[in-house]
């Protein structure tokens, strides 16, 4: 352990979770009247801890913190900025964070989206407690980014849904209620089986004296160390604890993921919960929350039990292809602006999925593009789609006509967004996904698969053109001369949006373009992340003994 | 250290410390508000010597409020000596007499006495506000009425916490009974203590039937046992388990035991008076029901199944009793959870999701019954039940704080004739905030939410369960699925359980928050800062126990090494 400053735990982490609580506590003593008073300048302070954050993560991706290896660069398994702390000592329980090239684009991307959030939701009601709980957010997101400790893991992943049912139940829509019972449930029931599933694999690791394990169990809950020892008990063909016990916890940490994702036959909480949250909590929701069920499958199942991914590819394939494709299908059916957003995200989660299941390096780092990407270009779907709410307190499809004509503003952020979301080349979109087909070409023809497993992708890129170009031509289109704004705002005049809008749009669609068009400032390290893993990891393991 | 005393005997006084200062405090309930002026005139004489006892009585000690100030300052004496205890070291004292061994001090029993006291010292604190008693201010009908009982309340809550020592201490099955019953009678009365109201007379009643029931099945098991044994001593038992436990008398003796503590533990089908007797009682009574009363159930489960029928005892290494454990513990968990999502009154909904816990616990201790008691495993199957039992007295210790916290949360709102439908919470966030946070914090604990001590204890009794079931297996290697043992399947069972609990932990968040509140209580609760800093209390140990839990985690393991070290 170095005595370098804990750049993580402190500033990125203790940071956001500590000043939300100390600022609600502030706000909890105040009266009423205080509260309204005191809200622009709780934004203020959440906006500056935010940008605070940012800066921290910016310096690590410009490599200018001490101490840490350039993130392309680095070897599988080892970690920038790895601190560890004792916790509860008699079960193995550390406070452990660090870094790799796979977590990294995740919480840039969740510092990137804080003060973009704040700024797109610049005029939220209740903006005292609104704002600490956004920031609250960030910091369990983060959390669970960096943790390299089961425990830690775990607490932070169901962490995140506090302050979100508390967003969507507070600032959320008509069904606000039924959306955040079902959407923590959902989430609840599934990861208190993968935790079931944790607890089982840390007591079948063999009770050998395993650094960082517990000074009472013998066992570890430490992330490197766990995956490190698979590893060795992966190889040679062996089953790291053997091979029905190694598919059933597969399956029973794939399902907390899965459903995080969400993947299809678990997706209902998302529309739902999207279509009700406010626009701020659906940025986040869609933007970081859903990655985190990917993220947890790189970092755990997939790695430990690569020998079950293997065996379940054929599944994990299919449920990609039935998520890519229902959630296209879906989309063509809706009239709500936000649920078919909704469905779209699942419609891409599809896309991630596929890549996993590929199994090729390439897919991989497609999936880890495609998690980035979306995690820029679904936020900006969710702002186009609170700005209709706010502004015109309508989403629905066909409600109103030639919008471009009143708020040219809102229009080109909605163009800009739908286009870059179904892949137009240039926009970030398109690279995640032109990365997917080439894996999943590769992967069929190295395979002998059949082909028409290239039906679905192909079919739905058509599918999601339609829907989206559909939506834009029957809102922001059409009409003429004789533009009809939505009944909703019974004959005000049609706004268009405020200024902290424009700036986070405009911020957004920047990097959209930025990652389009130089994918590789981030692929980069994800491409070094995949590489090592399949070189390092998994090529060895099921190449190597067979 | 260990010592051996007679009772009464050199170090009888200082073993059993805390036990006394209750016994002190009982005496002084009784006295104090009785002292007053009287003389006693010998007879045929003018001389008058003062007796003290009767006549006019003081301005100090006719305070009504004095019980409760007292009863609370002994349970924190008593709770703090039992602390002290464990200071340095727990000097572990047996007090036998000639060849009977009666109580044994050891860190097993002290620290249930801590779960013990620091629930009876909670709720009393809280009881100040919850049967206000109030000096020459209030002459209505129900101030007097509240000021006259006061000493009663408190006396009963007392003789509650001295009989519930008993039961952690004894290791005479009948002492343990005797210990049982005083705890029972006092909380049968407590139950009822608010007759005035239909709902507390009718909690009481029921309570009381279904309870004495209990325990004359638990007796006549007991009486078995005796006439199979001819001893009701721990060790006897044992050790007479151990030769002819497979007989029919000795089961069925252990089977009526069970339903005597399976009613203290609320477990399924014995837990139907605790909805009404809950819904009932005062929320401070309430909480001690679903707290220390049912830890005292718990202690007696561990004793009859563990010491006596431990498993070791069977040909093939596992229990008798296992089956019927787990099947009454997946009844017990599935039953609570779907009653209580069915409940809306709040109290009838805590109520159904403690027989919830209860379920988990005897799952934890089915896992139990399920080692491998060979002497190739035997050391493993000793650290798999340490952790068992560690993390059920975890979860006994934490449940205190947020079980407990979440009735005086009610209490409060009792005081203002609320408490009864999940509607009167409505609107809390509006009308004390810090009372809905602490709500919401005990129901997302409840439901076993990280970072809480609900979730912390939750893990630790999963992880026990899975650790037995893996036991075996684990020592070989790698293994199949289909090898593992099947009470890992009561772990499965447990988690959907707890996941399906969530929803109406959650609803009552909603109501707090989102809802507005019922017609006529809008405005700011009762006062009462006693109860206020008794949910204050909780809610810092819910999240303490969340984040920094090592301490209590080891000295809940130093207090499962007494128990199953001494098998």
């Not at chain 1, 890519?324 to 891409?348: D, E, F, I, P, R």
């Not at chain 1, 503003?409 to 080349?425: H, I, N, Q, R, V």
């Not at chain 2, 405090?25 to 006892?53: E, Y």
């Not at chain 2, 009932?280 to 009363?293: C, E, F, I, N, W």
């Amino acid at each position: 352990m170095s005595t370098a400053i804990d750049w993580i735990s402190i500033p990125l982490v203790g940071l956001p979770l500590i000043s939300s609580i100390v600022l609600l506590i502030f706000i909890g003593n105040s009266s009423v009247a205080a509260r309204e008073k005191l809200g622009p300048s709780i934004r203020m302070v959440s906006l500056i801890v935010s940008f605070f954050m940012l800066g921290v993560t910016t310096m690590m991706f410009f490599g200018q913190m001490d101490n840490m290896t350039d993130w392309t660069t680095m070897n599988f398994g080892s970690f920038n900025f790895e601190h560890r702390y004792v916790w509860i000592e008699s079960l193995g329980i550390h406070w452990s964070v660090g870094m790799d090239a796979l977590s990294f684009p995740m919480v840039w991307l969740t510092t990137f989206l804080l003060p973009i959030t704040i700024a797109a939701t610049w005029n939220e009601k209740n903006a005292s407690v609104y704002f600490p709980l956004i920031l609250m957010m960030g910091g369990a997101l983060i959390g669970v980014f960096v943790a390299l400790d089961l425990f830690m893991f775990y607490v932070f992943w169901e962490l995140t849904l506090i302050p979100m049912f508390f967003l969507i139940l507070k600032w959320g829509g008509k069904d606000r209620k039924y959306a955040s019972q079902k959407f923590f449930i959902y989430t609840f029931t599934a990861s208190v089986v993968m935790l079931l599933g944790l607890i089982t694999m840390y007591f079948l690791q063999p009770d050998s004296a395993l650094t960082y394990s517990g000074t009472w169990t013998g066992r570890t809950f430490d992330i490197p160390t766990l995956i490190s020892h698979s590893q060795a008990a992966n190889a040679n063909g062996m089953w790291f604890l053997g091979e029905s016990m190694q598919k059933v916890l597969f399956v029973m940490l794939m399902l907390g993921f899965l459903v995080k994702l969400p993947s299809v036959p678990f997706h209902t909480w998302l529309p739902d919960a999207h279509v009700q949250a406010p626009t701020g909590g659906s940025m986040l929701l869609a933007g970081v929350m859903l990655k985190m069920g990917a993220y947890g499958m790189f970092r755990l199942p997939l790695a430990m039990f690569p020998h079950a991914a293997e065996f379940f590819q054929f599944w994990l394939l299919a449920l990609g292809m039935v998520s890519l494709v229902w959630g296209a299908v879906v989309c063509l059916g809706q009239t709500n602006l936000k649920k078919m957003v909704a469905y779209s995200s699942v419609s891409h989660m599809g896309v991630i999925l596929i890549g996993i299941a590929t199994m090729q390096p390439l897919g991989w780092a497609a999936a880890l593009f495609m998690m980035f990407a979306h995690g820029i270009i679904s936020p900006m779907l969710f702002a186009v789609c609170g700005a209709f709410k706010h502004h015109y307190h309508s989403m629905e499809i066909g409600a109103m006509r030639g919008m471009a004509k009143h708020s040219p503003w809102l229009a080109t952020s909605m163009m800009f967004a739908w286009m870059a979301s179904l892949g137009l080349p240039l926009l970030a979109g398109f690279v995640a996904e032109l990365m997917m087909f080439l894996a999943l070409w590769h992967f069929l023809a190295a395979e002998n698969w059949s082909v028409f497993w290239m039906v679905g992708p192909a079919f739905v890129l058509a599918i999601t053109a339609a829907y989206y170009l559909w939506s834009m031509q029957r809102t922001i289109f059409e009409g003429g001369e004789d533009t009809q704004p939505p009944a909703s705002l019974h004959g005000e005049p049609v706004p268009d949006i405020a200024d902290s809008e424009k700036i986070a749009m405009v911020i957004m669609a920047a990097f959209t373009i930025l990652f389009g068009v130089m994918p590789w400032i981030a692929l980069d390290m994800m491409n070094g992340w995949t590489v090592a893993f399949f070189e390092q990891l998994l090529i060895p393991i099921l190449n190597g003994g067979a | 250290m260990e010592s051996v005393i007679e009772p009464f005997g050199e170090g009888f006084v200082t073993a059993l410390a805390p036990e006394f200062v209750l016994v002190i405090g009982l005496f002084t309930l009784m006295i104090v508000p009785n002292l007053g002026d009287a003389k006693f005139r010998i007879p045929l004489t003018q001389i008058r010597i003062p007796w003290f006892f009767g006549g006019k009585r003081g301005t100090l000690d006719s305070d009504p409020r004095l019980p409760g100030i007292f009863a609370s300052i002994f349970f924190a004496i008593a709770f703090l000596l039992a602390i002290v205890s464990f200071l340095g070291g727990m000097n572990q004292t047996t007090v036998a007499s000639g060849e009977n061994v009666l109580l044994k001090v050891d860190e097993f029993s002290r620290l249930f006495e801590l779960i013990f006291y620091g629930a009876l010292a909670l709720a009393s604190i809280a009881s100040i506000n919850r049967l206000p008693a109030t000096f020459r201010a209030d002459r209505s009908a129900s101030g007097l009425y509240n000021n006259r009982r006061q000493v009663d309340f408190y006396i009963l809550l007392m003789t509650c916490g001295l009989g519930m020592s008993v039961v952690a201490l004894a290791q005479d099955m009948f002492l343990l009974f005797i210990g049982l019953e005083l705890a029972s009678f006092s909380t049968y009365v407590l139950v009822a203590f608010l007759k005035e109201t239909k709902e507390g007379s009718e909690a009481g009643m029921k309570y009381f039937i279904v309870g004495s029931v209990a325990s004359g099945v638990g007796l006549y098991g007991l009486s078995l046992l005796y006439l199979w044994a001819g001893s009701l001593q721990f060790t006897d038992l044992a050790a007479q388990f151990d030769t002819s436990g497979m007989e029919a008398l000795p089961l069925a003796g252990l089977g009526m035991l069970l339903v005597g503590f399976g009613f203290k533990v609320s477990a399924a089908p014995f837990h139907f008076a605790a909805p009404d007797a809950y819904a009932g009682a005062p929320g401070p009574v309430a909480g001690v029901l679903a707290t220390a009363s049912k830890a005292m159930g718990i202690v007696g489960l561990l004793r009859i199944l563990l010491v006596v029928a431990s498993p070791e005892n069977s040909d093939d290494g596992t229990t008798v009793w296992l089956v019927a454990l787990a099947v009454m513990s997946v009844v017990t968990m599935t039953w609570g959870n779907l009653a209580a999502l069915g409940s809306t009154n709040p109290k009838r909904m805590l109520a159904y999701s403690s027989v919830a816990h209860a379920g988990y616990m005897m799952a934890a201790i089915t896992a139990i019954g399920a080692l491998n008691w060979e002497p190739a495993h035997v050391m493993d199957s000793k650290s798999a039940s340490l952790a068992i039992v560690t993390a059920l007295m975890f979860h006994l210790v934490v449940l205190v704080c947020f079980k407990l916290g979440a009735f005086l949360v009610l209490s409060l709102l009792e005081s203002e004739n609320g408490g009864h439908t999940l509607e009167s919470l409505g609107g809390l966030v509006k009308r004390e905030p810090f009372l809905a946070v602490a709500m919401f914090i005990f129901m997302m604990s409840l439901a076993g939410v990280p970072p809480l001590a609900g979730f912390l204890s939750k893990l630790l009794v999963i992880m026990g369960i899975v650790k037995a079931a893996l036991l075996e297996a684990s020592a070989s290697g790698n293994i199949s699925f289909s090898e593992i043992h099947w009470v890992w399947y009561l772990a499965l069972i447990m988690v959907i359980n707890s996941a399906v609990s969530v929803f109406y932990y959650l609803r009552v968040g909603l109501v707090m928050f989102f809802h507005e509140p019922e017609a006529g209580r809008e405005g700011p609760l009762p006062k009462g800062n006693s109860v206020r800093l008794a949910i204050a209390a909780c809610v810092i140990s819910t999240v303490y126990f969340g984040i920094g839990a090592g301490q209590l985690i080891a000295l809940c393991e130093s207090a499962a090494n007494a128990l199953v070290g001494a098998w």
